[in-house]
């Protein structure tokens, strides 16, 4: 057992304080008593105080005390537990940029939701995943950022991607693949590659199946996310909700978006990686930890030591002995 903080040891001081209390109120109330005594034909009446009640008053109080004393000093009790020993891995994220992605039917936006949980998923990434990259695509494609074991670079270039205000058209998934692939065919580590996938829309460009045959070339998996609703939605242009902050035809209506999950399901399958979809972004968080958590590979087993906190017990203990001494006065 460990004592987080051994300083306040100093406290235990006060249960003599009141073992001693008690006894010079024990001797004040037998004087007492002696100078007063009660008439006979009151006795009846009276309910003195006898030593063993006053033993089990003081025993409470000590008892009280000495549990706050242990609570304060934050004990801790060691706990030794077997964990996995995962593969090490490196995770390629491709991020959909195009300006469908600003659709609001997902809260605050499709776009804005993703890196919001692609956040949570760097801040407390998972055991066995060690270095991340980035890749944004909408018409064309670029690497953001290659792998790192950085975490704080991989945020800055999220939150540069919340604040960038060009409007690009166009989703070229075929694009992403071949940037993600190249990413990881410039690594020199012998680690394993995962890939992750997060769009909302339909690819029909020349490049993607040339990208899936390098994909299944080189045994990478492409997990991919999906988000968006069902029904069609206008496309906003800016963060504001005015008329003239949407997408528009030549004849001035409303250009809509309609979420397509057809080369995403593809890409999937054809790599055999697994597809996942968010309809309403509360799922979007759960949806990216289950891709990246899944087919872990388990190289062994070792022994880890975690801290177990005792203040509870402690404070609970104090709790029951201020009841039973609250019972016995």
């Known amino acids: 057992m460990r004592l987080l903080r051994p300083d306040l040891a100093q406290w235990w001081l006060v249960i003599p304080v009141l073992i001693v209390g008690a ?50 000093m934050r004990p801790q009790i060691p706990l030794a537990r077997r964990v996995p ?24 936006s499709r ?27 909408a018409e064309s494609s670029v690497v953001l950022s290659y792998l790192t074991g950085d975490v704080e670079s991989v945020l800055f270039y999220l939150d540069w991607l919340d604040g960038e205000p060009s409007v690009l058209f166009g989703t070229n998934i075929g694009a992403a693949l071949k940037s993600a692939a190249d990413v990881a065919a410039k690594d020199d580590r012998r680690t394993r590659k995962r890939f992750l996938l997060v769009s909302d829309g339909d690819d029909n460009s020349a490049e ?23 029904q069609a939605v206008p496309i ?30 593809r890409v999937a399958a054809t790599t055999g990686g697994r597809y996942v979809r968010s309809t309403s972004g509360s799922e979007l968080a759960r949806a990216i930890a289950d891709v990246v ?22 404070l609970a203990v104090a709790a029951v002995a201020a009841a039973a001494m609250w019972l016995l006065v």
């Not at 040339?210 to 994909?215: E, H, I, K």
């Not at 242009?237 to 309609?258: F, I, M, W």
């Open 236 to 265: 906003p242009l800016t963060a504001s909700d005015d008329e003239d902050s949407y997408l528009r035809d030549d004849a001035g209506r409303r250009v809509t978006t309609t979420f397509n999950e057809a080369t995403l399901v």
């Open 293 to 314: 958590n899944s087919d872990r590979r388990i190289l062994g087993w070792r022994s880890a030591t975690e801290y177990r906190d005792l203040y509870p017990v402690g």
């Open 111 to 137: 776009f804005s939701r993703a890196t919001l949980e692609l956040r949570n998923l760097l801040r407390q990434k998972p055991e066995g995943v060690d270095r991340i990259a980035l890749v944004g695509f």
């Open 23 to 72: 006894g010079l109120h024990w001797r004040l109330r037998r004087a007492f008593r002696r100078h007063a005594a009660i008439d006979g034909r009151f006795a009846p009446l009276s309910r003195r105080t006898t030593w063993r009640r006053d033993a089990a008053v003081t025993g409470a109080a000590v008892v009280s005390a000495a549990a706050i004393v242990f609570a304060l």
């Open 208 to 230: 993607l199946e040339a990208a899936l045959d390098r994909f299944r070339a080189a045994g990478y998996r492409v997990d991919c996310v999906g988000i968006g609703a069902e």
């Open 85 to 108: 020993d995962y593969e090490r891995q490196d995770l390629i994220v491709m991020l959909d940029r195009s300006v469908s992605m600003h659709a609001r039917d997902i809260r605050p």
